[in-house]
């Protein structure tokens, strides 16, 4: 195996146990720093993909900023295990674990299709991650998209501002 | 309400002007302020290494004194007990025994003599109550101690040096005091 | 080839990866005693004085106080957490270091070797990155702690940090507009040219923003609300003792050695040497020499930046938490778009050879 790979198995298994342990753990403040393993792990993938402006900017939004709000929250409303509502419906359990293992059947069906046919993903060589051919792109042929999303974010913005002046 | 004094001043609040909205006026004022500080002599003084020089009228520990031939000067009288106003003096007269001469000035000595430094307000009273001669105020402070009896200095903590013996550590104990009487 | 294995690459980046660690951990602990120092003469004071000769080695005496202080994790506290905070603080404060370009290059046994660690063309977002990871060591810490007064002083630190995060990005894309790079190392070659090209010149309003952010992000006075000890008596280290209370302290030593290297390289050239050709210089007395020389001038950039920061912290007071606020978002981040606008449109007009 070469080194690219065993950082790829590595960084595969860490980011799917941390996946794994968000759902399972019981303290949500202990899922939200699984989560944010999850989300250094994909870095790490994206940095393996020769993406690193991708990579970096994983960090500082989703891992640094989004993560910390969650966070905020969570501590500040000081979850725990009394004040989540208790489970009764035993059948709910079994229907909800049928019905999850039968989607991720689709999908891996509907992957295992498609794997088939598209090349995998281009290691080593890529060079579309890198800030300049990013930034090219983004200007250039996805113009539109990307102020339409800009558009989309003043206006969450503008609605967050309204929201909290009605309280006030 | 009617004012009791025409010295009130109303304290004006205006709202800030742009300038001292900026709050970079002001701070790079007082950095400057802070800065000039650097360059100021200091009015620390390295204490162990280096001591205030005392006053001469400084008031301190006490300490009984003795004539030229090294013989004590105390009677235990109780004058100075009698002015301390914070009685911190005890003492206890005895008798002076043939050859004893030497150690005692005169017929009566103090066998006991303590004063309790905790209790001493170093007024000096007692150095102008003693009509012997006997009782000085220094110029050094009681060190600190971990108890209360320590605090209680007897006569062998507060008697000075012989001048016949150690005639050195007899001028150093008296000090400027001494020179001037 | 990504990742392909050179051995003696790898050794020459361990032993400058060893250097920096080691010099960014002296640094910081003669800062501590620097603060001392400075705070003392500031006051009219003459600060610690006994150990040693004026008082030289009384950053060793704190550390061995330090580490012979009790440990003490309290009950119903989670254990992992509570260790686990500190050490996040200490490795983000150290994880800067990578990407500063501490001095061009040094030629040994046939090699050029740069004096960087990492030269990645996303440098200063890297720098941001770890910036923002800092916020965990703090809030982890402070919830670990189990006590309303840590937690309240961690949720302080990590929104103030958040705010002014913005401010300080968008002022940094004033500069990275001008230079058209992310890379730290390219951005401090290119203000090696003369002594106005550095950035400072050109973007005065932008050093600015990003010195009042860095501030704030280092948790100093005058943005220190999470430590405000009158308030919320120790802040986020309440409940730390021994050792680990001393990787908060020495982070913040760090983090502030580490965001003065960086405003140096942005802002201050870097390593160049005002007013002198340094590629001219190189000639005449060699690599090795310029580099020593580069080096220690870095270092001493850095070091003025240090003593901005105590010289800051020991004559304001602190701002009130609206008053943070107001300031990060309602002035800071304004002004900082602004800067970019002027920028921008300065840019524009220059390649247009000021026309409209």
């Known amino acids: 195996m070469s080194i690219v790979e065993i950082l790829f198995w590595f960084l595969s298994i860490l980011a799917l146990g941390g996946a794994a342990m968000v759902v399972a753990s019981k303290s949500p403040v202990h899922s939200i720093l699984y989560l944010i393993l999850t989300f250094f792990a994909i870095s790490g993938h994206y940095i393996l993909l020769n993406a690193q402006f991708l990579a970096i900017v994983n960090v500082i939004v989703y891992a640094g900023a989004i993560m910390v709000l969650f966070l905020f929250v969570v501590m500040l409303m000081n979850l725990n295990a009394d004040s989540e509502p208790q489970q009764k419906n035993k059948w709910l359990l079994y229907i909800g674990g049928i019905a999850g293992g039968s989607l991720l059947l689709v999908i891996v069906a509907a992957l295992k299709q498609t794997a088939a046919t598209t090349q995998l993903v281009q290691m080593n060589n890529g060079d579309a991650g890198l800030i300049k051919n990013l930034g090219m792109v983004l200007f250039t042929e996805y113009v539109f998209p990307f102020e339409i999303s800009s558009v989309l974010f003043l206006s969450a913005m503008i609605g967050a501002v309204v929201i909290s002046k009605k309280e006030a | 309400m009617q004012a009791l004094t025409n010295r009130a001043k109303a304290v004006e609040r205006k709202p800030m002007s742009l300038l001292e909205r900026a709050y970079l006026p002001a701070i790079f004022k007082g950095m400057s302020i802070t800065f000039g500080h650097m360059f100021k002599k200091k009015p620390t003084i390295n204490y162990p290494e280096v001591t205030r020089p005392f006053s001469p009228v400084f008031r301190g520990l006490h300490i009984l004194n003795r004539d030229e031939e090294g013989r004590e000067n105390c009677t235990a009288c109780g004058l100075c007990a009698v002015a301390c106003p914070a009685e911190a003096i005890t003492m206890e007269g005895a008798e002076r025994k043939a050859g004893e001469e030497h150690l005692y000035r005169e017929e009566k000595y103090a066998a006991k003599y303590e004063i309790n430094m905790l209790r001493c307000i170093f007024c000096g009273l007692c150095e102008e109550a003693c009509p012997k001669d006997a009782i000085y105020l220094s110029e050094t402070f009681a060190p600190a101690n971990f108890q209360r009896k320590g605090f209680i200095y007897g006569k062998e903590d507060l008697l000075i040096p012989n001048p016949v013996t150690e005639p050195e550590a007899f001028a150093k104990a008296k000090g400027e005091r001494g020179k001037n009487k | ?356």
């Not at chain 3, 004026?54 to 012979?68: C, M």
């Not at chain 3, 310029?290 to 004559?315: D, P, Y």
Request: proline residues 3%.
């Open chain 3, 1 to 356: 080839m990504l990742l392909s294995i050179d051995s003696f690459l790898i050794l020459e980046k361990l032993v400058l990866i060893v250097v920096v660690v080691m010099s960014s951990l002296v640094i910081a602990m003669y800062a501590t005693y620097a603060e001392r120092k400075v705070a003392a003469v500031m006051q009219d004071r003459r600060g610690p004085n006994r150990a040693g000769p004026s008082g030289i080695f009384q950053p060793l005496a704190d550390g061995l106080k330090l580490f012979f202080k009790e440990e003490i994790i309290p009950d119903f506290s989670s254990k992992f957490l509570f260790i686990l905070g500190p050490c996040l603080a200490m490795l983000t404060a150290m994880m800067t270091g990578a990407v500063i370009p501490w001095g061009n290059k040094i030629h040994f046994f046939d090699r050029d070797i740069p004096l960087q660690i990492a030269d990645i063309n996303i440098g200063i977002l890297y720098v941001f990155g770890v910036v923002s990871m800092g916020v965990y060591g703090i809030m982890i810490g402070s919830w670990a702690s189990n006590n309303k007064f840590s937690l309240m002083g961690g949720l302080r630190a990590a929104s103030q940090i958040i705010s002014y995060e913005l401010a300080m990005g968008i002022a940094l894309i004033a500069l990275l507009m001008t230079s058209g790079t992310l890379s730290l190392k390219e951005i401090v070659e290119q203000q090696q040219a003369h002594w106005y090209s550095w950035n400072i010149i050109k973007q005065p309003l932008g050093f600015l923003i990003f010195l009042i952010c860095a501030f704030a992000e280092c948790n100093r006075t005058p943005f220190d609300l999470a430590e405000a000890e009158n308030e919320l008596i120790g802040g986020y280290h309440t409940e730390y003792s021994s050792m680990k209370l001393g990787f908060y302290l020495f982070a913040e030593y760090i983090n502030m050695f580490l965001s003065g290297s960086v405003m140096v390289s942005l802002f201050f050239g870097g390593y160049d040497i005002p007013f002198v050709n340094d590629a001219a210089l190189a000639d005449n007395i060699g690599v090795n020499w310029i580099a020593l020389i580069h080096t220690a001038l870095f270092f001493f950039k850095a070091a003025c930046f240090l003593f901005l920061f105590m010289w800051v912290r020991w004559t304001i007071p602190r701002f009130r938490y609206d008053q943070l606020m107001n300031l990060g978002w309602k002035i800071l981040i304004p002004l900082a778009l602004l800067n970019m606008l002027v920028t921008g449109a300065v840019i524009l007009f220059q390649q247009n050879n000021w026309h409209f």
